[in-house]
Every structure is written in structure tokens, then in C-alpha cells.
């Protein structure tokens, strides 16, 4: 390959310049000599080792622009670039026994925005996914209620519909962590969360339509899956927010999300959002059912269990840098991350470089929603400094998120659940990040 003289790139540079504003034009030139220095040495560099200079670079048209792309029925449905394919769900073999009750992580170190895709969105089973075919899928709403019902899809697809985007995360998100770090990856430490707009019926539309009786505190919620998954919830929880969906980002539930029909609770224990949803029976008390009892409760250290801890607490986690995506050179650095809480809105977060010692606020990014993911930033420059990298998120409740020292103090390391303390992040002078722990 010939790469073009400096003289020709300089005239090339100018002409496009002409168009500009002055002082667009002063940066655009200025950016230019910038490269020009870079592709001088890139030539040099090239012709004494052979290698050939990339012919998709400026000022050269790629490749790309001078032929026909693929056909827009090669996939009816779409799927994301093949240079995208490193970024999926993956599971610990070792978290689980069997795979039919196994959980896929997200990896929120390379998502945009606040949406989790459909494909991406985290998994945990029970009994595997089942298989339901829609026209014979029905929810049963019984016991203390006045009018017993049963509908079809399509009986609840004629009620008005609501959309409203809300994360929904494992109680378990980070618990492999308790005594110490293990998971040298975000998407393995956090990746049990996900949020996404989710549209259905509000479930004590439903039991308006059923009648709840006075005596009636508490539902069941069942799923139809092998396992017939269940969870007490209070019916303050199910007067408040709590949803029957069956739509998830613009498009009906996916299989292994409950299709075609589950049970969502905003900001709570993504157990209790049930999926493959099949009955609610009202009742006068919680029926303690195996995953309220040896499940999803609790452990602490003196061998008591906490139990119905719904809530999960507000937390925060810095995406960029992170084990996934170290720093690559010295100079600005925007360090992201993500904060989420069941009780309501993101408040605040602030960032910590030298593992909480001192703290400097972050910007809140975009939107800033109740029971949803909240993106926060810090824009500084990295010059090769080792750093202790933390977040620490505050809600409108008032609740800080606690640091792991107090949080152990309150509750020892038996537990695997709502470990929620502030997360480090330790940057080395390479750029690498590790997962560490400081208390």
C-alpha cells in the first residue's frame, strides 16, 4: 500500500476545512496534525516491519462503503453485530448443582444507558424453563376474594395496560463475595441485575376484579413452572405497584422471563417477582412455602435467619473501570457506574479514589427514575496512579450505602443475600483492575 505524503493530506484536511466554522476548523486541524503524527509513524513502522498500514483508515474509504451490505431479510428478527458477540449472559458452573436451576449474568460492564436488553437480561430457574403455549395458559385469582376468577391472555391483554421501566435483581447479586473477594469479573460479582420496561396489568386491578375481603393480608403467587415457584407477598405491596406483565421491552415475554405471563415486584427480591405466573390465592397469613423458609432468608451470625427481607437495598457500582474494561492509557477518564434502589429514587453517588478516605460527588446521567437504574459519572485524568476505585450511592429515603465493615458488624458472613456494601475496585499502574475488599 502507498500512504499518501503529508502534503496531500494537509490539502485534503484543508479543503474539508473550508466548510467549518472558525473555531471548528481550528480544532479539526489541530486534531489533524495530531494524526498526521500518528500515521507518519504508523509508515514508518509499517515499512520496516512489513506490516501494511490499514486501508480502512483515513483517508482512505473503507471497505466497507464501496459494496453491497447483506440483505434486510438475512434475519427477520435482527441480532446485534458479529463484533459484539464477546458480550452475553454466562453462568459460575460451580454456583448451582444442575443447570435447570443454574443463573446467567448479565454483563452490565458493557451495557449503554439504563435498559437491559431482552437477550441479556439475567436468568435464575428453578426447574428449567418450561414451554407454554399462550392459548392454554390461564391465571387463577382464588381464595379469600369474593368472585373467584380465571383469565386468559387474552381476557388480560383487554385491560388497560401500563409500561414502566424498573430493575429487578437477585437477592443473591454479589453474595459470593461475603467473606471475601472470589470473581475477578463485574458481570460475575454483579451481573444478577437488569432493567428493562416492562408492560402488563397492576395486579390489584385484578383483585379489584375478584373482591378481596377484609380478612385478606397476604397473596401466594405460583408459578407454573416444574418447580411451581412461590412467594408470600403483603397486599400493601400488591395495592402499591406491583404488576402482572407480560411484555418486556417493546415485545412479549421471552421464555426463560416467565412468557407469557409473570409476576413483578418493583424494587424487591427478584424471587418474588414470579414467573410463568398461573395462580394468586389470597389469604390471611404467609404461608411460609420452602422458598421463604430454607430459602431467601437470611443467615446471620448468631444462627438466627432474617426472613420476608423484600427490600433490596440501594446500592452502586463503578462499570468503567472495571475488571472487564481496564484503563488503556494515560489521559481523561470518564468512571462510570450504576445505582439502583427498592426504596425509590436515586439520590446521590459519590466516587472514592483512594478507598474511601475522601469522596468527591458524581453527576447523575440521564434519567433518574423511581425503582430503576440510575447512571452516575466522574470525568478526572489517569497518569499511571495506583487506585482504591469506590462508589457509594445515597437514596430519597436517606439511606448510604454501608460500607462492608459496617455491614458485617450488622450481620456477619453466613449470609449470601442484600450484600449491598460499597465495592472496590483496585487500580494498578498498568491499568489493570482487580477485585479487592477493604474494610
Not at 494537509?10 to 496534525?33: I, W
Not at 494524526?35 to 483508515?57: E, I, K, P, R, W
Not at 401466594?220 to 415457584?229: C, S
Amino acid at each position: 500500500m502507498t500512504i499518501p505524503s503529508t502534503k496531500e493530506l494537509l490539502q485534503t484536511m484543508q479543503e474539508a476545512a473550508e466548510n467549518l466554522s472558525k473555531n471548528d476548523r481550528r480544532d479539526f486541524l489541530r486534531k489533524g496534525v495530531s494524526y498526521l503524527a500518528g500515521a507518519a509513524a504508523v509508515g514508518s513502522a509499517g515499512a520496516a516491519s512489513g506490516a501494511s498500514f490499514s486501508t480502512n483508515l483515513p483517508p482512505n474509504e473503507p471497505i466497507w462503503g464501496r459494496q453491497l451490505g447483506s440483505g434486510v431479510v438475512a434475519n427477520p428478527y435482527g441480532e446485534p453485530s458479529h463484533f459484539e458477540e464477546h458480550v452475553v449472559r454466562r453462568t459460575v458452573p460451580w454456583l448451582t448443582a444442575e443447570s435447570i436451576s443454574s443463573i446467567s449474568m448479565s454483563p452490565i460492564q458493557n451495557l449503554q444507558g439504563i435498559i437491559t436488553p431482552n437477550g441479556l437480561v439475567f436468568e435464575r430457574y428453578h426447574a428449567g424453563v418450561p414451554s407454554i403455549n399462550p392459548d392454554e395458559h390461564r391465571l387463577m385469582i382464588h381464595g379469600l376474594v369474593d368472585n373467584p376468577l380465571i383469565f386468559t391472555m387474552e381476557d388480560l391483554m383487554r385491560f388497560p395496560s401500563v409500561s414502566e421501566i424498573k430493575f429487578i435483581e437477585c437477592p443473591a447479586n454479589g453474595g459470593m463475595e461475603w467473606r471475601g473477594p472470589q470473581m475477578e469479573a463485574l458481570q460475575f460479582t454483579h451481573g444478577m441485575l437488569s432493567c428493562c420496561e416492562w408492560t402488563g396489568v397492576p395486579l390489584k386491578v385484578l383483585l379489584e376484579e375478584a373482591g378481596i375481603q377484609p380478612e385478606g393480608k397476604w397473596i401466594l403467587a405460583e408459578g407454573a413452572d416444574g418447580a411451581h415457584m412461590s412467594r408470600s407477598i403483603p397486599i400493601e405491596k400488591i395495592l402499591d405497584d406491583t404488576l402482572v406483565v407480560y411484555a418486556q421491552n417493546g415485545e412479549m415475554l421471552r421464555p426463560e422471563q416467565g412468557y407469557p405471563l409473570r409476576l413483578l415486584n418493583p424494587g424487591w427480591e427478584g424471587n418474588t417477582s414470579i414467573k410463568w405466573l398461573r395462580r394468586i390465592e389470597v389469604g390471611d397469613m404467609p404461608w411460609h412455602h420452602r422458598e421463604e423458609t430454607s430459602k431467601y432468608t437470611d443467615l446471620m451470625a448468631d444462627g438466627r435467619a432474617r426472613r420476608f427481607t423484600f427490600v433490596q437495598e440501594c446500592n452502586s457500582v463503578i462499570t468503567s473501570p472495571c475488571p472487564e474494561n481496564p484503563i488503556k492509557k494515560p489521559g481523561f477518564i470518564e468512571i462510570e457506574g450504576l445505582a439502583w434502589t427498592g426504596r425509590g429514587k436515586i439520590k446521590g453517588v459519590d466516587v472514592s479514589f483512594d478507598g474511601g478516605v475522601n469522596w468527591q460527588p458524581a453527576q447523575l446521567k440521564g434519567l433518574v427514575l423511581d425503582k430503576a437504574l440510575t447512571r452516575f459519572s466522574f470525568q478526572t485524568k489517569w497518569s499511571g496512579q495506583p487506585w482504591l476505585l469506590q462508589s457509594r450511592a445515597y437514596d430519597e429515603t436517606g439511606y448510604v450505602q454501608p460500607t462492608l465493615a459496617q455491614l458485617r458488624e450488622q450481620r456477619g458472613v453466613n449470609s449470601i443475600y442484600h450484600k449491598n456494601s460499597i465495592h472496590t475496585w483496585q487500580v494498578q499502574p498498568t491499568g489493570e483492575v482487580k477485585n479487592v475488599q477493604v474494610t
